[in-house]
């Protein structure tokens, strides 16, 4: 069976045909790392690792690329609360090494990179410059604008007329453009203090001055605008046209229906063959959201379920549908995962051991085997349905206990496929750690990889006389169990 998927772009399910015959192209929008991440933010996480593991189980390279939104106003909202940062970059610092940490405990397969947009500004000018040439975009007062009017297929993704959309942007914003509808590619100027106002902590002193970063352009000093920033990113690290975009379905409009018309305007081709939307996670009725206050941290939840019953969560509903997060829900799936991981346990011990024969044959568990595959593989290339995916390795889990519950010996050979298959399928694609006690420590080369990675964030904090903040990453690496020790060629580490 081929690969199907809903996209978005069309509303249809369509085979899915990537440019190139062995190659994908996925690009994640990722997050604006302006506070800790939370579950709903980890729900799109897992389902583009699993996107990205079942392509690679097909044959395909798979080129994924998730951004790191580090400039953003509501990151310059939080400069000054303690223990974060004073500064935009500083902040945006302290947030991705959390996101860094987070993914690293989800199990997720590495992306090729995690482009920063504050390290893509010559990218993005030269793309606003690009739109500006050709026609699309326009300067006002220092900031520029892309004019909606200008692109036919405005609102093809979202399905919304141009006449009937609303304004985007802030009040100086909406008398600066030429429609409605047009929205900004570069903001003239710092952050103003009331674009901040609604997300500083009400327990913090007000930002009274034009705060954050600002690089220079052809229309002067200012800031790239949040669409343009995934544009450039994208077509800087894949190509010009990509086969996958996944994102939160809360980004269908403004920001993908946004990308979609900056892109194909400033190069005549499509963007992205295939839009792939994940529902939103609920709780109580109400997205999850950090503005909202209704989330539980990945790393509370991390260390209150563990990583595998957090993945077995999560994949007991389609990507596309909404999902709601509650202490049944997170019961039902520590059940799930506890039922999956004894049954693999079990099938392992009775290959192991004295009562396993050749010559043994049971066809019931022989047949549960490639039924379980058929099923599982059928489950996933209809749309990444993981849900009916998990149902047949559940199944399969079932035919295993049956099987040593009523023989005094056992088929070796079954069960050998039967834990062949739950390494392949609920290992391999699923990201679970069956066996291995990835739950209870992790992988120590992922440990490694990330604490190198606080090391280099704390030399390059070293580097630009940030003693304090460089003191306080060693400080965390201590308490957890890391001695850094500085010497002449670098600093080293140990785990204690």
Known sequence: MTLSVTNTLTGERERFEPRNDDEVLLYVCGLTVSDEAHLGHARLWLHADVMHRWLDHEGYDVRHV??????????????????????????AEFFTSTVIRDMRGLNLKRAEVYPRVSEHVPEIVDLVETLIDRGYAYESNGSVYFD????????????????????????????????????????????????????????????????????????????????????????????????IHAGGRDLVFPHHENEIAQSEAATGREFARYWLHVGLLQTAGD????????????????????????????????????????????????ERWDRLERAYDAAVDACDSTDAYATVADEDLRDAVPEARASFRAAMNDDFNVREAMAALLELGTAVNRHLDTRDHYDY?????????????????????????????????????????????????????????????RDELTALGIEVQDGDEGPTYRFE
């Not at 993945?311 to 389609?318: D, G, I, N, S, V």
């Open 148 to 243: 909606v009017t200008t692109f036919d297929e405005y609102g093809k993704l979202s399905n919304q007329d141009v006449e009937s959309i609303e304004s985007q942007g802030t009040d100086v914003a909406r008398s600066e453009k030429r429609h409605p509808a047009d929205f900004a590619l570069w903001k003239a100027g710092a952050v103003a203090p009331a674009d901040v106002a609604e997300h500083r902590d009400p327990d913090l002193d007000p930002i009274e001055e034009p705060g954050g970063e600002t690089w220079d352009a052809p229309w002067g000093a200012g800031r790239p605008g949040w669409h343009v920033e995934c544009s450039a990113m994208s077509m800087t690290h894949l190509d010009d046209t990509i086969d």
């Open 66 to 91: 998730e951004n790191v939104t580090d400039v953003n106003e509501k990151i310059v909202a939080r400069t000054g609360e303690p223990g974060v940062g004073d500064t935009e970059p500083e902040v």
């Open 413 to 473: 050979r079954a069960l050998r496929e039967a834990v062949e298959t739950l390494e392949e399928f609920a290992g391999d694609v699923f990201g679970l750690s069956l066996g291995d006690g990835a739950a209870d420590g992790g992988d120590v080369s992922v440990a490694e990889d990330l604490v190198e990675l606080v090391l280099e964030v704390r030399e390059a904090e070293r580097e630009a006389g940030n003693y304090g903040r460089a003191d306080d990453l």
């Open 287 to 334: 997205k999850m959201s950090s503005s909202l206050g209704n989330f539980l941290t990945v790393d509370d939840a991390l260390a209150e379920y563990g990583v595998d019953v957090v993945r077995t969560f999560y994949l007991a509903t389609a990507y596309r549908s909404e999902q709601t997060f509650g202490e049944a829900e997170m019961q039902e799936a520590e």
